[in-house]
């Protein structure tokens, strides 16, 4: 099975375009204040005007308040929403909309009782733990955690063009999610970096 992929934190047009060019399969929008790579409603629709078919737009939230969640929805065309906090199954499923949950995985964490718990959820999100911080540390985990359950994984944390190939043939998962490996500075996207990125997935 193809592994997808999924290129986080885009914040210029040029940057979405090229990523549906060289076949990102969606891209994640964040609309999480904090982060470097957060941008608005309006920004947004820029962003995805254009964007070509059969790409999916995913929206980033962490522990939002329902009516941000609510906007989004008014006012933009997206396909799946991403929760990266501390959100309960219900308030995740309460949209009616496809979502993914980000699991930060550390000591302990039981993925099957996730999965149970998150049971209307389309995936979720394998990311790295770093007090202080929902995402986007860089790092990679420990991928001998992962355990197989019952629905499918996206595998995120630190990957890059140098250790996807590596992290398909161990976790197998059903995508992959980058943000900062493929960037030239924090929110920019390497075109370079994007395309030698999609070349190992494609390879693995």
């Known amino acids: 099975m193809r592994t997808r992929?999924?290129?986080?934190?885009?914040?210029?047009?040029?940057?979405a375009d090229f990523a549906a060019e060289s076949g990102a399969d969606a891209i994640g929008l964040v609309?999480?204040?904090?982060?470097?790579?957060?941008?608005?409603?309006?920004?947004?629709n820029t962003i995805t005007a254009n964007l070509a078919p059969f790409v999916s737009k995913v929206a980033l939230f962490v522990?939002?308040?329902?009516?941000l969640v609510s906007?989004?929805?008014?006012?933009?065309?997206?396909?799946?929403?991403?929760?990266?906090?501390?959100e309960s199954p219900d308030f995740c499923h309460q949209f009616e909309m496809p979502y993914l949950k980000a699991v930060r995985m550390r000591d302990g964490v039981n993925l099957q009782e996730v999965a149970d718990d998150y049971s209307t959820a389309s995936a979720l999100l394998l990311d790295t733990y770093q007090p202080?911080?929902?995402?986007?540390?860089?790092?990679?985990f420990d991928w001998s955690?992962?355990?197989?359950?019952?629905?499918?994984?996206?595998?995120?944390?630190?990957?890059?063009?140098?250790?996807?190939?590596?992290?398909?043939?161990?976790?197998?998962?059903?995508?992959?999610?980058?943000?900062?490996g493929v960037e030239s500075d924090k929110g920019i996207k390497s075109h370079e970096k994007i395309s030698t990125f999609m070349r190992e997935v494609a390879n693995a």
């Not at 522990?63 to 009516?67: E, F, I, Q, T």
């Not at 929805?73 to 929760?83: A, M, P, T």
């Not at 202080?132 to 990679?140: D, E």
């Open 31 to 44: 609309f999480y204040p904090p982060s470097p790579r957060a941008i608005s409603f309006a920004q947004a």
């Open 71 to 86: 906007r989004c929805l008014d006012e933009l065309s997206v396909d799946i929403l991403q929760f990266h906090g501390d």
């Open 145 to 180: 955690q992962i355990s197989r359950i019952d629905k499918p994984i996206i595998l995120a944390g630190g990957l890059h063009a140098s250790n996807v190939l590596q992290a398909i043939h161990q976790v197998q998962p059903y995508a992959v999610d980058v943000s900062g």
């Open 5 to 15: 992929v999924k290129i986080c934190g885009i914040t210029r047009q040029q940057d």
């Open 132 to 140: 202080g911080l929902p995402g986007g540390t860089g790092k990679t």
């Open 63 to 67: 522990d939002p308040d329902k009516d």
